[in-house]
């Protein structure tokens, strides 16, 4: 009898610890909910001047503390390096990034940063084209839709799922992918369908997304289809810059599309450059910089 009653009180004991545990996962996870929240008002408070900048550099500094606190306890403190990146465009490798007269990968920043763009914002990001001629978002040689990769492990802070075309917004259906292991934002734009969700954890080469055709800019007949890449780094001073990656991205592992009928060894079409440079060798293919409306970019050889 007494063992019995010793047995019943150490199920009793179990049960409670487990409400307990599942309470501080069900506290946690609300937390990480919040601060994604705010992250996005943050973002779109910037663009729509809705917030200060002071403002904003406080929040975001509170936000990154409990992403890094979530994401760590979770992922039993693993850190992902550069070096185990993934390129974010399955089936494709750093051919397919656009490229400019000078050099520059299509990459200009103008002294931008995540909190001020400045006047002109310029284009501090990497566009990667696929080989779509018809413009119906899918890869000509396999006829599907291409995914998207997570270069590395984060957590999904915010994401735009209900962009419709004719809106003006730009970034289309975006993703932004907080990465505690470098301190980085990476921001993914143009997507069609998202597979991932505010609050998710994702690891390196995980399908997040498939490329579209979605943004004011991006959805226009003369865009190519491609993905708009950023990645902002929060700098010691506590500054969130957009980073040149392109070494990074070349030496990023690629996968093989998954399609059994393609020859993967197929080298990709180098990106049309011609069509995204005007006479004066300065990048055209701007109007999804981080600006949500279109009234307020004056990009770089921008057809307003
Ligand atoms: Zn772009």
Redesign the pocket.
Known sequence: MKQIFLLLIFVLSQCQSNRQADNIALIEQQRLMVACQQFEAVYIGLNKDYINIPEARIAIDTLISIFDDYYFRHQAQKKYDTSEWYFPVQGYTARAI?NDKKNRH?FVDNGCNFFDRGINPG?P???IFIRDLNNDGKDDRTKEWVNILAMTGGIVVDVEEQWKKGTTARGGKYIWLYDPSTKGFFYY??NNDLFVKVGDIVTPGQVIATMGRTGAN?NKERSQT?L??CYYQVAPDNDIRPMRFYPQLKAATHTPRPSKNVNNNTEEPTPLDTALVDSAGNYI?????LSISSQSSQCMGSEQ
């Not at 293919?285 to 910089?289: A, K, L, P």
Request: proline fraction near 0%; glycine fraction near 18%; include cysteine.
């Open positions: 656009g299509g284009h990001a990497y566009d734009a143009h991006a491609h708009h890449l293919e701007c109007g999804d910089d």
